[in-house]
């Protein structure tokens, strides 16, 4: 027996980082402001760790969609595989050339090019799709901010959110 409607459980779940780092956040104020100076020290750092819960669950539930997109994608080892019903493909982060939001498709997809490979489109809402979040972290000099505030707002033309510079060559280490 459940206790919440479908649409509120998937609301929470959408959110869930941001809601343990609420948590998180005001048992660390409990041990700051209660027991005693003891407790105190391990309460910052609670209190700490809650706030950067909060961000970076606020970052990551403004990037999951609603899902049930057609699709579904897989990341392995830095290497992105989409199965589509009707195309599919991979694109090895390493190896990518540029990120497009494009936003003229409905439901918008992002679109991973890679030299000497047919650009891969991801629909937004594909099932898995919410594991690119991380995956785009890797790309060097991504603004997370902007793919965010773009994926947000919905444009109806293809936006670049992210291209390899010559600062950043193909194959180089990150570390």
């Known amino acids: 027996m459940t206790f919440f409607r479908p649409e509120a459980q998937a609301a929470l779940w959408r959110w869930r980082e941001g809601i ?4 998180v956040a005001l048992l660390g104020i409990w041990l700051v402001s209660g027991p005693g100076f003891l407790l105190a020290v391990p309460g910052y750092a609670f209190l700490l760790g809650g706030l950067v819960l909060i961000w970076m669950g606020i970052q990551r539930g403004r990037f ?22 009707l195309t599919g493909g991979m694109v090895a982060l390493r190896e990518m050339d540029s990120l497009v939001l494009e936003g003229a498709m409905f439901p918008p997809h992002w679109r991973l090019a890679q030299e000497g490979q047919p650009p891969l489109l991801i629909p937004v809402n594909a099932e898995g799709a ?3 979040f991380d995956a785009f972290a890797t ?8 793919m965010l505030t773009m994926l947000k ?19 180089a ?3």
């Not at 999951?64 to 019903?85: H, K, S």
């Open 20 to 23: 343990v780092g609420l948590g």
């Open 64 to 85: 999951r969609g609603a899902g049930g997109g057609a699709g579904a994608v897989q990341i392995d080892e830095g290497q992105v595989t989409y199965f589509g019903p």
């Open 130 to 132: 919410d594991a690119l």
């Open 139 to 146: 790309l060097p000099g991504l603004k997370t901010e902007r």
């Open 153 to 171: 707002t919905n444009p109806h033309q293809a936006v670049l959110i992210w291209q390899r510079g010559p600062l950043h060559p193909r194959g």
């Open 173 to 175: 280490l990150l570390h």
